[in-house]
């Protein structure tokens, strides 16, 4: 379920978070605002649909992450409404676009 799938992208995320402290590199605190949310989480799920796709992984069962990725650019559109210019800001100061690049 979606819960778990986002459970366990987290741990992934905290485990290689670890591996950057054991590394020398500082451990960043979460984000701090909505759109900051949508570029990680769009970073973390896309980062890990390309590796799955870079080792063969089977497609099956990806619906759950597709699922994710559109609700999180649903998310993204609806903060951008208005038209809010702190949140396309946000957006673009994150790179957004390079997360949309992906996808392509």
Same mark, same amino acid.
């Given at each position: ?7 366990? /992208? ?18 960043? #605190? ?9 570029? #990680? /989480?769009?970073? /973390?799920?896309?980062?890990?649909? #390309? ?6 992984? #089977? ?23 208005g038209p ?9 100061? /994150? ?10």
């Amino acid at each position: 379920d979606l819960q778990q799938l986002l459970d366990a /992208m987290q741990e992934e995320d905290q485990d290689k978070d670890g591996d950057d402290l054991k590394d020398g590199k500082a451990n960043q #605190s979460g984000p701090s605002n909505l759109a900051q949310w949508i570029c #990680s /989480m769009l970073d /973390m799920v896309l980062d890990q649909m #390309s590796r799955a796709q870079l080792w063969q992984t #089977s497609m099956n069962n990806r619906a759950e992450q597709y699922e994710l990725v559109r609700q999180v650019f649903d998310t993204a559109a609806e903060i951008v409404q208005g038209p809010n210019q702190y949140n396309q800001q946000l957006l673009l100061e /994150m790179k957004v676009c390079g997360s949309i690049d992906q996808l392509w």
